[in-house]
Nanobody, 124 residues
C-alpha cells in the first residue's frame, strides 16, 4: 500500500535547528494529507503539523507555530519539517503519517499509514 519513512533526527542544543524528512512510497496517489506527530516519554502522542499534497495548505499546533515549517516536494513524494529555535520541550520521537482523508485534522486515528519514528533530542 503506502510506506512512510522518517529521517533527520538527532541531538541538538537548545536554540538550534533540525530538518526532518518523510519519504512516502507505494500507492501515494491514495493519500491527500501528510502530518507530523510527536511523543515524549510518558506522554501522549500529539499533533505537530500537517500539509495537503495538492493545495499545500498547512496547519500547526500552537506550541510550534512560528518555529516549525512543514513543506512538501510532490515530485519526490517527500515532506519536510524544518524545526528552528528548538527547546528542551521539543524532545520526542517524531512520526510522519499519511491520511487517505481530505480533512483528517489533528486526530491520529484519522491517519492511515505511519513511519517508524525518528528521535529528536534537545539539550539544555
Amino acid at each position: 500500500q503506502v510506506q512512510v519513512v522518517e529521517s533527520g533526527g538527532g541531538l541538538v542544543q537548545a536554540g538550534g535547528s533540525l530538518r526532518l524528512s518523510c519519504a512516502a512510497s507505494g500507492r501515494t496517489f491514495s493519500t491527500y494529507v501528510m502530518g507530523w506527530f510527536r511523543q515524549a516519554p510518558g506522554k501522549e502522542r500529539e499533533f505537530v503539523a500537517r500539509i495537503s499534497w495538492n493545495s499545500g495548505r498547512t496547519s500547526y499546533a500552537d506550541s510550534v507555530k512560528e518555529r516549525f515549517t512543514i513543506s512538501r516536494d510532490n515530485a519526490k513524494n517527500t515532506v519536510y519539517l524544518q524545526m528552528n529555535s528548538l527547546k528542551s520541550e521539543d524532545t520526542a520521537v517524531y512520526y510522519c503519517a499519511a491520511a487517505r482523508s481530505y480533512h483528517p485534522g489533528t486526530y491520529s486515528d484519522n491517519y492511515d499509514y505511519w513511519g517508524q519514528g525518528t528521535q529528536v533530542t534537545v539539550s539544555s
